[in-house]
Nanobody
Framework: QVQVVESGGGLVQAGGSLRLSCAVS????????LGWFRQAPGKGREIAAA????????YVANTVKGRFSIVRDIAKNLVSLQMSSLKPEDTAVYYC????????????WGQGTQVTVSS
């Protein structure tokens, strides 16, 4: 089982940058993918980026590609989402989640952290 705890949200002006961190704990982390999802007001939850813990290979959604990046730090057990050139439409609650590799289900979720981008 894996536990994830997000931090780093806040208020930022459009065009600014913010870095979210996800503290990851549990056994056999090499078996997991870690992802960042977001849910804007009135909208469904969507994936922003994901990383395979064992290899570090990444996926970034087209909607944020070129502005967001994801990286995992094995030594610190952290997954970070670096966000730049932020837009008001990036305003959302951002969640960290974990999925067993090869599974379509993201079974382990954090509480979320609010990111608000002002225009």
């Amino acid at each position: 089982q894996v536990q994830v705890v997000e931090s780093g949200g806040g208020l930022v002006q459009a065009g600014g940058s913010l870095r979210l961190s996800c503290a990851v704990s549990g056994r056999d982390l090499a078996l997991y993918n870690l992802g960042w999802f977001r849910q804007a007001p009135g909208k469904g939850r969507e994936i922003a980026a994901a990383v395979t813990w064992s290899s570090g290979s990444t996926y970034v959604a087209n909607t944020v590609k070129g502005r967001f990046s994801i990286v995992r730090d094995i030594a610190k057990n952290l997954v970070s989402l670096q966000m730049s050139s932020l837009k008001p439409e990036d305003t959302a609650v951002y969640y960290c989640a974990a999925s067993v590799k090869g599974s379509d289900s993201w079974n382990y979720w954090g509480q979320g952290t609010q990111v608000t981008v002002s225009s």
